[in-house]
């Protein structure tokens, strides 16, 4: 799950290579490196720097070596610790061929122990230096680049996308492609290779997004394509209308609390982008008239890949995600079940692709994801598209590998998410997942058009509480319950029905960014072990719901924890009385929707979650160990 970026032309590109690296920072910030062929001599210079989240600031600024071929490397650590040795590039012996990998080697200790064998030296515990010591053997063995490359993808199992330099080829990058993105780009007397093309958004829209399974040996001014049996290949060239715009954190301290505070903007752009899509009309009017507009239209089926009598027909939906997205997945599943009343199932992707798969006609996919590029999640994709089912992005990248590979796909539009910790991403999947549970409703007949248009107002009424309850709590929790959370060591979170999966969501982001241990259980559990763990030094966190015999039932579970002497924590809603005065420490929002509880808890739960962790002074954009994008399985 790294940043890969290369390029060449006729002109230095240490520049370009790191300010590309700076942007694939998302993708991992363990250890950077940065290779070229030198302008004034056909070997390599190299300089690799591990630890925290600047290596790549260091490397722009320690690095003066500089040369018209050369690549760069982000690392999140997969194998091997995080350390120089392991940072890429990395080498064979004889220091003359380098690689940079995104993606695992399935095997790797087998092909290393062979290599080992023959004589090869190892630098680092990495799979990825592997390749570069098989394609050198390799090498050796057919002298020739082509050959070399068929043989070596006949060898190499799992994921990976490759950058090799050899310096016996100082004018060619060789490119390799399996199941992890790459994407060519081409300018003026100069071609670009990255993981993302945001890398080089700035310097070329004409981009080529790799087929998988293929492999390319790309000069300045050529691209040679291939596919693994090493088959010459065509290949399209894409028009991509989007540039990377720097973003600042317009005065907040960190872009998690910037984010927290997006969300009402952004709920509010993902709803009406939700109306206006794919209409072709002229949209003019009231947002009764939008609904009405689009329920004559079928453009937005159109863009799921589906059709109306499809969704009339639609026996089962099911979502499939991973961590944030998940949680939203499975708030979803309350809202498809209940509105449009399909039976929906949520499922891990990390888990999906090993399950026994049964072929249910009638049935979607949608794969809900912030990024589009998530590894499991997009390895799900790929199984069911296998299997010719039906399959949908949500998301909220536009370009990303999930919107290219699904039959169809929903964007949302929280605007680029930079702080590790998803926050307006997860607000707007649940946003857009109510809406379309309404409009399927809308298109089957279990919603009427003024049920419609309420599910609109309700959402921005959510959108609403969400920030103007932080505004409320904001300077109680600042000044006098972050400090006191911030000592705590651990916490069990608990949630009923659609607050269960919301607590869980709670108790991830208390731990990616606090690193504050935190258990999370169904209400409903605590009695069958949990409650073993109820002391005073764990504060138990309850979120509650909006139905009423659940919310009695959390009234018992909060009881059964206070009679422990357990330190309660509770976020409840206006008039839940009997709830709010069992807390020692109670925040109360207005009512609202049920099903939209959750929406409305979010940016106070976030707020609460990130005021904590500061307290604790962490990096909490960039939390130790974690990437945004998790581009390995
Ligand atoms: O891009 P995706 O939504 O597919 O990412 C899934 C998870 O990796 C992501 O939500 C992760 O759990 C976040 N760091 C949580 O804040």
Redesign the pocket.
């Known amino acids: 799950m790294c940043g890969i970026v290369a390029s060449v032309g006729n002109k230095p590109c240490r520049h370009v290579v790191l300010q590309g690296l700076s942007r694939l920072e998302y993708r991992g910030y363990d250890s950077a490196g940065f290779v070229c062929i030198d302008q004034n001599h056909p070997y390599f210079s190299f300089k690799k720097e591990a630890g925290g989240v600047a290596p790549i600031q260091r490397l722009i600024e320690t690095a003066t070596f500089d040369g018209v071929i050369g690549m760069g490397h982000t690392r999140w650590a997969t194998h091997g610790v995080v350390d120089e040795d392991n940072a890429h590039p990395h080498f064979n012996c004889k220091k003359n061929i380098a690689v940079v990998h995104n993606g695992i080697v399935e095997g790797h200790d087998e092909i290393r122990s062979q290599l080992i064998n023959q004589g090869h030296t190892f630098n680092s515990s990495t799979d990825s230096e592997t390749i570069a010591h098989l394609v050198s053997s390799l090498h050796s063995e057919y002298n020739d680049l082509h050959a070399t490359l068929v043989a070596l993808t006949t060898r190499l199992k799992g994921a990976y996308a490759l950058i090799f330099l050899f310096e016996q080829y100082p004018d060619t990058l060789i490119v390799v492609r399996h199941r992890s993105p790459m994407v060519i780009g081409i300018a003026e007397q100069q071609m670009l290779v990255a993981s993302d093309f945001l890398a080089f958004s700035d310097i070329t829209k004409d981009v080529i997004f790799m087929p998988d399974n293929t492999f390319a040996l790309i000069t300045k001014d050529t691209i040679k394509l291939f596919t693994f049996d090493g088959a010459p290949s065509s290949y399209q060239v894409t028009k991509v209308d989007h540039t990377h715009k720097p973003l600042d954190k317009e005065g907040f301290e960190h872009y998690m609390l910037k984010e927290i505070y997006e969300q009402k903007r952004a709920i509010a752009r993902t709803i009406n982008f939700c109306k206006i899509i794919g209409s072709s009309v002229e949209l003019e009017g009231t947002l009764h008239n939008f609904s009405s507009i689009l329920q004559q239209n079928d453009a937005l089926w159109r863009q799921l890949g589906l059709t109306k009598d499809r969704i009339k027909n639609l026996r089962y939906i099911n979502l499939i995600?991973?961590?944030?997205?998940?949680h939203a997945s499975r708030i979803a599943q309350f809202f498809f079940e209940t509105i449009c009343k399909i039976p929906t199932r949520v499922y891990l992707a990390s888990e999906f692709r090993y399950m026994s798969f049964f072929d249910e006609p009638n049935s979607i996919y949608l794969m809900?994801?912030?990024?589009?590029?998530?590894a499991d999640?997009l390895e799900a994709l790929r199984l069911l598209n296998s299997f010719e089912q039906q399959t949908i992005a949500i998301?909220?990248v536009a370009s990303s590998t999930m919107v290219r590979e699904a039959h169809g796909f929903m964007l949302m539009q929280a605007g680029p998410e930079i702080s590790?910790?998803?926050?307006k991403?997860?607000s707007t999947q649940i946003s857009l997942l109510y809406w379309l549970a309404h409009r399927i409703g809308l298109e089957r007949g279990e919603v009427g058009q003024e049920q419609m248009h309420h599910a609109e107002e309700a959402l921005m009424l959510a959108a609403e509480i969400l920030e103007t309850s932080i505004e409320n709590y904001k300077f109680k929790i600042v000044q006098e319950l972050a400090p006191h959370y911030a000592t705590f060591d651990r916490f069990i979170f608990l949630g009923r029905h659609i607050s269960y999966p919301f607590a869980m969501e709670a108790a991830?982001?208390l731990k990616?960014i606090s690193y504050i241990f935190a258990q999370c259980y169904p209400a409903g559990e605590l009695k069958h072990g949990p409650i073993a763990l109820v002391d005073e030094k764990t504060p138990v966190v309850i979120f509650s719901v909006l139905d009423e015999l659940i919310y009695h039932k959390l009234v018992s579970n909060a009881n059964e924890v206070k009679a422990r002497k357990g330190h309660l924590i509770v976020f409840a809603f206006e008039g839940q009385d009997e709830l709010i005065n069992l807390a020692d420490c109670p925040f109360v929002l207005p009512r609202i929707t049920p099903l939209l509880a959750p929406l409305a808890m979010t940016g106070l739960m976030q707020f609460f979650v990130y005021h904590i962790t500061r307290q604790l002074g962490h990096s909490i954009d960039k939390p130790r160990n974690?990437a945004?994008?998790?581009t390995v399985e």
């Open positions: 995600s991973a961590g944030t997205s998940w809900v994801s912030q990024s589009g590029e998530t999640t998301t909220n590790v910790a998803s926050t991403a997860f991830l982001k990616e974690l945004k994008s998790v």
